[in-house]
């Protein structure tokens, strides 16, 4: 009687679907076989770059990276020393 009508007839509609579903799913191996001898015609083409601009590149990016590790250290050390001095001032006030 419970499962003639409210949520009891949806989950067992519900499990119906699922069943029906899982025939519909293909194998690893079916997947693989289907994209076998795909040809990626659209791969993508880099531009050159010379050696003196990649070295450039690569320290202004590790000049970048210094200066931004450094803000971080700050902003760090005086979010670490306002909360230390807000429970001191909890505490001993």
Do not use: W
């Given at each position: 009687?419970?499962?003639g009508f409210g949520p009891g007839s949806e989950?067992?509609?519900?499990?119906?679907?699922?069943?029906?579903?899982?025939?519909?799913?293909?194998?690893?191996?079916?997947?693989?076989?289907?994209?076998?001898d795909v040809i990626n015609e659209d791969a993508?083409?880099?531009?050159?770059?010379?050696?003196?601009?990649?070295?450039?590149?690569?320290?202004?990016?590790?000049?970048?990276?210094?200066?931004?590790?450094?803000?971080?250290?700050i902003i760090t050390g005086c979010v670490v020393?306002?909360?230390?001095?807000?429970?001191?001032?909890?505490?001993?006030?």
């Amino acid at each position: 009687m419970a499962f003639g009508f409210g949520p009891g007839s949806e989950m067992m509609k519900s499990v119906k679907s699922n069943r029906k579903q899982l025939s519909k799913t293909r194998s690893l191996k079916e997947v693989h076989d289907r994209y076998k001898d795909v040809i990626n015609e659209d791969a993508p083409n880099f531009k050159k770059v010379s050696e003196k601009e990649l070295e450039a590149f690569k320290a202004e990016f590790l000049e970048k990276k210094k200066k931004e590790d450094l803000n971080n250290k700050i902003i760090t050390g005086c979010v670490v020393i306002t909360i230390l001095v807000a429970f001191y001032f909890l505490m001993y006030t």
